[in-house]
C-alpha cells in the first residue's frame, strides 16, 4: 500500500508563495506519474499539475501555468509544487496523487483523476485578499 503526506499548506496575502511537498511510502514501482489536484469548497476536484517518473516532462492548468512549478525527488520519493503570486482563487485543499505508470502516452491521462490510484489526505491553501 502507498502512503502519500502532503505538507506546507497554509494561510497567506495575495501575492506571497508556498511551496507544497509531498513524501511517498510504503510498497510502491519506481518513479510513478504524480500529479496535484485542488478542491475548493463546493466545487470539483480539478487538475493543477503533473510530472513523469522520470521529471522531464510536466504539465499544468491554464490558471496555474506560469506561476505553480512542479517538481520531484526520487531519491527522495518526494514531489514539490511550488507556488508563487498566489491569487484568492488558489485557495482550496491540495491533494497529492501518485499514478500507475512511470509515464502516460496521452497528456489527457495526466489530467485526469481516474488516471491516479493513490491520494493523499490533502493540505489547506488559504489566501487572502
Given at each position: 500500500q502507498?502512503?502519500?503526506?502532503e505538507?506546507g499548506?497554509g494561510l497567506?496575502q495575495a501575492?506571497d508563495s ?6 511517498a511510502s510504503g ?6 506519474v ?5 478542491q475548493?469548497?463546493?466545487q470539483?476536484r480539478e487538475f493543477?499539475?503533473?510530472i513523469s517518473?522520470s521529471g522531464r ?12 512549478t ?5 531519491a527522495?520519493n ?7 503570486t ?7 485543499v491540495?491533494y497529492?496523487a501518485s ?5 502516460y ?8 483523476p481516474a488516471?491516479?490510484?493513490?491520494w493523499g489526505?490533502g ?5 487572502s485578499?
Open positions: 502507498v502512503q502519500l503526506a505538507s499548506g497567506v501575492g508556498l511551496r507544497l511537498s509531498c513524501v510498497r510502491t514501482f519506481t518513479n510513478p504524480m500529479g496535484w489536484f485542488r475548493a469548497p463546493g470539483e493543477a499539475a503533473a517518473g516532462t510536466t504539465y499544468y492548468a491554464d490558471s496555474v501555468n506560469g506561476r505553480f512542479i517538481s520531484r525527488d526520487n527522495k518526494t514531489v514539490y509544487l511550488q507556488m508563487n498566489l491569487k484568492p482563487e488558489d485557495t482550496a491540495y497529492c499514478g500507475s505508470l512511470p509515464s502516452q496521452s497528456a489527457n491521462y495526466y489530467y485526469t488516471s491516479y490510484n493513490h489526505q493540505t489547506q491553501v488559504t489566501v485578499s
